[in-house]
């Protein structure tokens, strides 16, 4: 299941990834947590050192091994130089699995040890002020956008993304990667301004969207989250303490969360196992294609002086159990 977190800065993405990280983990689940984030603090709010999450390989410097991995043999893809992070896969790709080993994870995945069982951690690296601008190419989020373009997940796996609400994302189809999508947002105007960009670009694409309310304080807060965001608001979560000692540097058993909170992570876990049912791969492969050929003509084909619609395979769907990889 691949979920991503998504709100203004500040709003509280990486300490609620990172609280679903947990929760899953502790509930026996596979969880592979990526931090696509601006500012990159899911390594320690994970509980890594600051040195240790500093030093996790970013998959933003690897992009070079991860487009030689996952174009394979496809004959459509003439090299890595011309694979962009809307590059769809076709037959001859390689295909990732959560469950097994590859290159990718190899080289850039970090294991997060938990209290109850362990998380992976993917990282795109810090953004600079050059990512923010016109900076599709080399975009720090195209390599999660590949990766989850190649990537065949179960109902009982998932892939936790921490990541802005930011306009790189709607350009190049990140935002409908996702089996869900959780808007965290502060009872503020600004806080539900996210919410109203993010539902406008989401409806045409069926992106699973539901807001979570984040630093409520009481009935009020409550009331104008509904107010504003109406059904679409699943669950709000109000001042934590143990989230707070955790920013004091104590880490403190993860049983000892508020069960307010917990409540919540299990409605999290909820809604995101239910939007299991709305999957279909065919919607999600024309999706990434339908992105591709907006990215080649706008900037990819005069970027890498080659006809990238030609890239697309049209026979192929990807699916979660594949034919086997080629070898
Ligand atoms: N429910 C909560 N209870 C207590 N503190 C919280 C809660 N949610 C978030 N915070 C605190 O608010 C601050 C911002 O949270 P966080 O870093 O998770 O936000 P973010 O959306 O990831 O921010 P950024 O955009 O900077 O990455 C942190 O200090 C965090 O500890
Ligand atoms: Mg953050």
Known sequence: MKIAFVGKGGSGKTTLSSL????????????????????????????????????????????????????????????????????????????????????????????????????????????????????????????????????????????????????????????????????????????????????????????ALRVIGNKVQGPEDVAFLRAEVGDDLLVTLGHSEWVRALERGEERPFAALEAADVAALRALHGAADASYEDRDWERYTQQMVHFHLKNAASWGNDRTGADLAAQVDPGFVLREAPSPLPA
Do not use: W
């Open 20 to 207: 679903f990280v947990r929760y899953l983990a502790a509930g026996g689940v596979p969880v592979t947590a990526v931090d696509a984030d601006i500012n990159q603090h899911l390594g320690v709010a994970l509980g890594l050192p600051e040195d240790e999450a500093a030093a996790c390989p970013p998959l933003g410097a690897r992009l070079p091994l991860i487009k030689d991995y996952l174009r394979g043999d496809n004959p459509r893809i003439l090299s890595a130089e011309t694979m962009i992070k809307t590059t769809p896969p076709g037959a001859g790709s390689r295909l990732l699995r959560l469950s097994e080993p590859n290159p990718v994870f190899d080289a850039c995945a970090t294991t997060v040890p938990l209290e109850e069982g362990a998380a992976r951690l993917l990282v795109t690296g810090p953004f600079t002020a050059d990512d923010l601008g016109v900076a599709c190419y080399h975009s720090k989020t195209g390599a999660v956008e590949l990766c989850l373009n190649h990537l065949v997940d179960g109902r009982d796996e998932y892939l936790v993304v921490d990541m802005t609400a930011g306009s790189d994302s709607f350009a190049s189809g990140l935002f409908t990667r996702f089996d869900m999508t959780f808007l965290v947002a502060e009872p503020t105007r600004k806080g539900v301004s996210v919410y109203r960009q993010y539902r406008e670009y989401a409806r045409d694409f069926r992106v």
